[in-house]
């Protein structure tokens, strides 16, 4: 199952600044470290991919998911996970604190599908470490 990350901001001026190296290194990471349970097969197909969308709303608190949204002839499902940005900006490290919202949004969506993300949890702290020493993860 590969897994992908991709970026939409619907409030203007609501952004982090997270490049496109960033969306293709994070796809990466997570893609080697899950595999595809038997809800997601069952439901989709071993051949589907899954997208999460990253987004920002001022005024939540929370992590908001939205979807699935299914697209058959792409065989893609795909869900917008949109972070807490008045909460992320106010913290001391602001990309640290928004990777980590991010872990915890795809990783429950994992969770709902039945995928195992004991290898992507384990990973996370050391993941956000090397993408938020790396300037080319941000533009």
Not at 9 to 27: D, M, T, W
Not at 45 to 60: H, N
Not at 93 to 111: E, M
Request: hydrophobic share 40%.
């Amino acid at each position: 199952m590969k897994v992908y990350f991709g970026q939409i901001y619907v409030e203007p001026g609501i952004v982090f600044p997270f490049s496109h190296l960033f969306q293709r290194r994070l796809s990466r990471e997570v893609t080697s470290r899950v595999k595809p349970s038997m809800t997601f097969v069952e439901k989709y197909g071993i051949d589907w991919e899954l997208m999460f969308r990253i987004s920002a709303k001022t005024q939540i608190d929370e992590m908001e998911i939205r979807g699935p949204s299914v697209y058959k002839a792409d065989k893609d499902v795909e869900y917008v996970l949109f972070l807490p940005f008045d909460v992320i900006a106010r913290s001391e490290c602001v990309p640290k604190s928004a990777l980590r919202f991010l872990f915890n949004g795809f990783c429950d969506v994992l969770r709902q599908l039945d995928v195992d993300t004991a290898d992507v949890e384990g990973a996370s702290e050391s993941i956000i470490g090397d993408i938020c020493s790396d300037a080319t993860m941000f533009e």
